[in-house]
């Protein structure tokens, strides 16, 4: 079966940085994407590694070893409204369709 | 256009009502698909519509209808539903079915 981990909560201070990690288990990888959802709001795609590495986007980074099945998303400079729950995803392609299926999230909480 | 919306934003219904969820993108999409979403949990699939045709049903109860008229739009009919589907129900579409999934802001539903 697939599945993917997460930690379900992380805590960190402001300015300071964290690193959200996750690993998975799926039968064929296309590649790992992380989502942000605030509360009440919806989630939004912040970042995809097909390959193994870093890729930078402003003050996130996401990485990924496919040789471990594992892969992270490093927040720095946190700011408060990084506060939000943050989903690691993966597409996973069945016999007769394709479907993305979300970790379970790990909840974000900056404190000043 | 690069957005998803969705409509209403809140809906408050009796069990005995029959209402719908609408969801459109003019993204030129071809994978539309709809989320629940309960609190401090990941989105939960219900279905996937691929080339306007159902591809995955999640096993949801039949008191959820789902229907693409077109394909820009996703529709999400709801009949005798129970307090317990009270939740957020997000609509996402994607340029295929393993790709980047983008939201809609979401139907925030309360069945009474």
């Known amino acids: 079966g697939q599945s993917l981990e997460q930690p379900s909560e992380v805590t960190a201070v402001e300015g300071a940085i964290v690193q959200i990690n996750c690993t998975y288990q799926?039968?064929?990888?296309?590649?790992l994407s992380w989502y942000q959802q605030h509360d009440g709001g919806a989630p939004t795609f912040l970042s995809y590694?097909?390959?193994?590495g870093l890729e930078e986007t402003g003050r996130f980074s996401s990485f990924l070893s496919r040789s471990d099945s594992y892969g992270y998303l490093l927040l720095q400079e946190l700011q408060m409204k990084d506060s939000a729950s943050y989903f690691c995803?993966?597409?996973?392609?069945?016999?007769?369709?394709?479907?993305?299926?979300f970790g379970s999230g790990t909840r974000l909480s900056i404190r000043p | 256009d690069t957005e998803v919306t969705q409509t209403p934003k809140h809906l408050v219904m009796g069990m005995t009502n029959k209402k719908s969820l609408k969801c459109e993108q003019h993204?030129?999409?071809?994978?539309m698909y709809w989320y629940k979403q309960k609190a401090k949990k990941p989105p939960e699939l219900m279905f996937v519509?691929?080339?306007?045709?159902?591809?995955i049903n999640e096993s949801v109860p039949s008191r959820f209808s789902p229907e693409c008229p077109n394909s820009s739009l996703l529709n999400l009919h709801l009949h005798a539903l129970q307090p317990e589907d009270s939740a957020l129900y997000l609509c996402?579409?994607?340029?295929?079915?393993?790709?980047?999934?983008?939201f809609g802001p979401g139907t925030r539903l309360t069945v009474l």
């Open positions: 996402a579409s994607s340029p295929g079915a393993t790709d980047t999934q983008y």
């Open positions: 799926t039968s064929g990888f296309y590649g």
């Open positions: 590694n097909a390959l193994d």
């Open positions: 995803a993966v597409p996973v392609t069945g016999s007769s369709a394709s479907k993305i299926i």
């Open positions: 993204m030129g999409h071809r994978a």
């Open positions: 519509y691929s080339y306007e045709k159902l591809s």
